[in-house]
């Protein structure tokens, strides 16, 4: 269990994370490891960092704040050797351009409610609140069920998103007593099929499954797809996905997620300029 | 207290097809080209030469009236087209009408020319370039408002200023106008009611007094005659007239003209059609500038309340007339010079019609007609009138707001939002009772006014606050005129020990602008109480009436003036910057910036980028905390309201900017927030584009700026992608909701994509009536000047599910 998250992102004014205007909260980490993912700076529980070539103007005012020396600038090359960071932040904050920015930052828990408080009205004018999602955020029960107690005090809704690859004990006992909506992501039935393209089986997956739908009654839980060519959006896979959730009594709760493509150029960022055999050369 | 007894409150089964000959009517108007209209100049003209200044100068309310009430009993009696109601605004069907009181002389060198010219031609007779040029223009070259102002006062520095063109523009020079009219006496009364009151109080009162009342009776009677006319010019028609529905429709409308306005309206259709001849005798008076009428749902509602209780009318009829009125709102259309073409090309007269909101006693005002109105503009999508439709959160209902929402996400483009909770207190705020204050209507672009009680002058200032913060940057100097000092002399900002310094240098320069601007603007005024009283205008008015007393002389219940101001995010955004590059991180030192920002930030891409990355941005949550936009809406707020105008009235700032945030951008240097040498700036209130990249933060700084301190009102543009159903505009409306709540005023949105917008600029014939928002009115996107086309483009556009912008790859 992991005690203190990284968060990678906190955006506001989202629709299409549980119902009305919605926050989300990004944690960082995720136990699989999908193959399309559209957030593959959400995957590693450390902090990476992204480096957008078309806004770099090869300044080196990165590297020269570095306090440990991490980032190479020889006048040719520059990469970031992220291994030993501590992500103190100076180098992101230091690049005019903002081209280089720092994935995953820790938030002081006054400091993040603070910030998850600031859209009340709009969660107000639409049954709206705030959603935690990933990488795999119920890979921090105790911080997401702290934070989720402490809207509930204030009378604002939480929701998770959550790929299903969670404790149950930890997440039933921490997080469920506070959340008023899980969307839970179905992906693949067939479980060889699933260690090939996510990494694990899906065997946690669907037992969680069927223990949230039964024993917790009260929380509304949504089943998600994301439709990926090829790979969930096949006649076989969703026919096996619809009669798991009849079986489970939440056919009709069922969501398809249209596929983005965002995650490829993101993947660049990712590596460009960070691997260091894969430097910005200037 | 409104009613809905509507079932469908979207009117669905009434579509264009379904309105009688309107398709037509629409098409047509659109099609129509622009006519330049000397009438109106000729007969006032003719009747100045004859009478002399002499009369003007002793009597200036009555030679009014006489001129005015000459031009409407000889103008024309045209009715042009299949519209139900009767008469036109100029002699034309569109017409750009000559006043040569104002600015109509702009024009002169280009009288063989503007036919002609390739963007919004307008088109001129040989016979009126004659008229023109022989007969109107030599009378007036040393008479018009600015003639007669520098006549006066000579050459000086407020007039130099507005001369520059590039610190702030004096409207009374070119208007006053701005108003929303009372329609609700002369419908309840009739005109000659209206006339044998001013006869019985003219008899009963003396000098100025006995003299504007006999200048109502004169100015009226007018009025009359033309509307006499219509109904003969009507009648003749008919008689010639093979369709027999056409031939009803013509009898019909000789029947009317005879009642209306003349006595009370009986019904729905002498209604409408008094307001349209009293909208009609107003543009005889004053010049076609947002003449705005106002809360049109509620005038009418009695007449079509009684109509459809007696079964005398349909809602299908009823959609029809009001159909026929948007139309005809749009029969006129300003002259525009060339210059004024490049820089502010593509403006209607923003007729400015407001739905909606809560009754005088604060009680849901929605009612059958607010959605009937909805209806037709959504079917129409037109440019005029200015639709706007007030929302009070809590008190109209949830449906309301979200019919709304609909009809936006159908046009792309209208109608704009506005807050009642947040409007009625700033107004009761300026001293407006409260039962006043929540009978407001929207004025033109988006400026508040009591309707039909408040004379607002409401864009009696456009200043260009970039003017004041460059000339603290250069001691008082622009870069443009060089060595020229305008300003005083508030330092040399390489000097400065720290932001406060700059602060204030800029606090004064903007001081110094203000006098000067708010000093001719009284000094015009002047000038308008001898030539251009408003006798008509006032007849149509809560207090002129009873106090005996014009319009420009402070006979209204309430008087105000109005400055609006264009760069407001721009200028906020360059002092934040300011104060973190020189002060707080020192990246550079004032030198540096400045000479950066005087060579247009050239091989300066680092400090650009550092400019535009780092610094606060006003949008954002953290600008709100630490940053200036909220100090500088104080500071002016309290600046204005210092001044006490010539009807007694206060100054109220307001941030709206028509084109003006582009035309001005366009002959304004670099900025220190990074925007370069002769880009638009943002327009009205709306953050810098790109600068506020959450949809939610960027509400929610607008909503703090605090209200109270913006009662001239303000346009907060907001561009979607998309709402592509019902479910996605009720979710706008939620966010309308949640932006309400955190204090904003008024919000208008544009429906449109980069890609499709960039489409349209290069195919403008595949998007013939692209309906647009600019900055408070409306726009046909190929009316727009390529700066204007560009602004627009990069706006920041927001998606609606993920809140945030959308990158702008080109």
């Known amino acids: 269990m992991h005690k203190e998250p990284l968060i990678f992102d906190i955006s506001k004014g989202r629709l299409d994370d549980g119902e009305g205007i919605r926050t989300a909260v990004f944690l960082k980490g995720c136990p699989l490891r999908c193959t399309w993912c559209h957030n593959p700076e959400s995957g590693s529980f450390a902090y990476d960092f992204m480096w957008d070539g078309s806004k770099c103007l090869l300044c080196g005012d990165c590297a020269a704040v570095c306090p440990r020396g991490l980032i190479g600038f020889d006048g040719e090359k520059l990469y970031l050797d992220k291994a030993y960071c501590d992500g103190c932040g100076k180098c992101t904050m230091s690049c005019p351009g903002g081209a280089l920015r720092q994935i995953g930052r820790k938030y002081p828990e006054e400091e993040l409610m603070e910030l998850l408080l600031r859209d009340r009205v709009f969660y107000e004018a639409s049954n709206g609140g705030v959603t935690f999602s990933g990488g795999e955020p119920l890979c921090f029960p105790e911080f997401v069920g702290k934070i989720a107690k402490r809207l509930k005090e204030q009378g604002i809704s939480a929701a998770v998103e959550t790929c299903g690859f969670f404790e149950y004990e930890d997440v039933q006992e921490m997080v469920l007593p506070y959340i008023d909506c899980v969307l839970y992501d179905i992906k693949i039935m067939d479980r060889q099929e699933h260690i090939k393209h996510t990494g694990v089986s899906n065997e946690k997956i669907l037992h969680n499954f069927r223990r949230l739908s039964k024993e917790n009654t009260d929380i509304r839980l949504i089943p998600r797809t994301p439709l990926v060519p090829g790979i969930t959006d096949t006649e076989k896979n969703l026919r096996d996905i619809r009669r798991f959730l009849a079986e489970n009594g939440k056919l009709s709760a069922h969501v398809l997620l249209p596929y983005h493509s965002g995650g490829i150029r993101k993947r660049e960022l990712l590596r460009t300029g960070i691997d260091r055999d894969c430097p910005i050369n200037i | ?810």
């Open chain 2, 1 to 810: 207290m409104g009613e809905v007894t509507l079932k469908d409150i979207r009117l669905e089964e009434y579509g264009l097809e379904e309105l009688d000959g309107i398709r037509e009517l629409r098409d047509g108007m659109l099609r129509e080209p622009v006519h330049i209209c000397t009438e109106r100049a000729w007969y006032i003209t003719e009747y100045m030469k004859e009478h002399g200044e002499e009369e003007m100068e002793e009597h200036p309310v009555l030679y009014r009236a006489r001129a005015v009430a000459r031009y409407l009993g000889n103008k024309k009696a045209v009715i042009p087209d299949g519209n139900l109601l009767a008469g036109t605004t100029g002699a034309y069907l569109k017409s750009a009408p000559v006043y040569p009181e104002f600015i109509g002389l702009t024009i002169w060198s280009e009288l063989e020319t503007i036919s002609g010219r390739k963007k919004n031609p307008q088109l001129l007779t040989k016979e009126d370039a004659e008229r023109l040029n022989f007969d109107i223009y030599p009378y007036w070259i040393d008479r018009d408002v600015l003639a007669s102002t520098k006549k006066k006062h000579g050459n000086i520095m407020p007039i130099r200023l507005l001369e520059k063109m590039i610190f702030y523009v004096s409207s009374k020079a070119g208007c006053i106008s701005h108003t929303v009219p009372d329609f609700k006496r002369v419908l309840a009364q009739g005109a000659e009611a209206i006339i044998r009151e001013a006869e019985e109080k003219a008899e009963g009162s003396i000098r100025e007094e006995k003299e504007f009342y006999q200048a109502v009776a004169t100015v009226l009677k007018g009025l009359l005659k033309y509307a006499e006319n219509l109904s003969e010019e009507a009648r003749r028609l008919a008689g010639e007239e093979k369709d027999e529905k056409r031939r009803e429709q013509l009898l019909e409308m000789a029947k009317v003209c005879r009642a209306v306005p003349a006595n009370p309206a009986s019904g729905f259709r002498e209604a409408v059609n008094c307001i349209w001849l009293c909208l009609i005798g107003i543009h005889a008076e004053n010049i076609n500038m947002a003449i705005s009428p106002g809360r049109l749902d509620q005038v009418l509602y009695p007449y079509y309340k009684k109509d459809m209780e007696e079964g005398t009318l349909t809602v299908k009829e009823a959609m029809e007339l009001i159909a026929c009125l948007w139309i005809k709102t749009g029969d006129n259309v300003d002259l525009v010079p060339q210059v004024s073409e490049e820089l502010f090309g593509g403006a209607g007269t923003a007729p400015a019609v407001t739905v909606g909101g809560v009754d005088e006693e604060g009680k849901d005002a929605v009612n059958d007609l607010t959605y009937l109105m909805l209806r037709v503009t959504e079917l129409l999508k037109m440019r005029e009138p200015n639709m706007n439709a007030r929302y009070y959160p809590g008190r109209n209902t949830i449906e309301y707001r979200n019919r709304v929402s609909e009809v936006i996400a159908s046009t792309k483009a209208v109608p704009a939002f506005y807050n009642d909770i947040e409007n009625i207190k700033t107004l009761v705020n300026q001293g407006t009772l409260e039962e006043h204050a929540r009978d407001y209507a929207v004025i033109g672009c988006v400026e508040l006014a009591s309707a039909g009680r408040s004379y607002d002058a409401s864009s009696s200032i456009i200043m260009n606050l970039t003017a004041a913060f460059e000339m603290a940057l250069y001691n008082g100097k622009r870069y443009i005129t060089g060595e020229e000092q305008f300003g005083p002399k508030t330092g040399e900002p390489e000097k400065m020990e720290n932001f406060e310094q700059f602060l204030e240098a800029f606090k004064t320069q903007t001081a110094w602008l203000i006098d000067q601007a708010v000093d001719l603007n009284e000094k015009m005024a002047k000038i308008h109480q001898k030539m251009l009283p408003t006798p008509l205008l006032s007849a149509l008015f809560e207090g002129p009436m009873e106090k005996g007393k014009d319009l420009v002389f402070g006979g209204a219940v309430y008087n105000s003036s109005g400055a609006t101001h264009v760069g407001f995010a721009d200028v906020a955004d360059s002092l934040n910057a300011v104060k973190k590059a020189v002060f707080e991180e020192h990246y550079c030192t004032f030198g540096e910036l400045i000479d950066a920002v005087r060579h247009n930030f050239e091989n300066q891409d680092k400090l650009l980028a550092y400019v535009k990355n780092k610094p606060l941005k006003y949008g954002t949550a953290e600008e709100t905390e630490n940053g200036i936009s909220r100090e500088i809406i104080r500071f002016l707020y309290e600046t204005y309201q210092g001044y006490t105008n010539y009807r007694g009235g206060k100054y109220r700032p307001a941030y709206w900017t028509m084109t003006n945030h582009s035309g001005q951008g366009k002959i304004t240097y670099a900025l220190p927030n990074g925007r370069k040498a002769n880009l638009p700036f943002a327009s009205g209130i709306t953050p810098v584009s790109e600068a506020a990249a959450d949809l939610t933060e960027c509400f929610r700084s607008v909503g703090a700026l605090n209200s109270l301190y913006i009662p001239g009102g303000e346009a907060l543009n907001i561009k979607f992608t998309n709402i592509a159903s019902r479910e996605e505009a009720a979710l706008l409306g939620s966010f309308i909701e949640g932006y309400f709540k955190s204090g904003g005023q008024q919000v208008q949105f544009n429906i449109m994509s980069h890609e499709m917008l960039r489409d349209a600029k290069a195919h403008p014939e595949k998007y013939p009536d692209l309906l647009v928002r600019v900055s408070g009115y409306s726009a046909y996107f190929n009316d727009l000047n390529d700066t204007m086309k560009d602004e627009l483009i990069t706006r920041t556009e927001y998606d609606i599910h993920g809140g945030r912008m959308v990158p702008d790859y080109v």
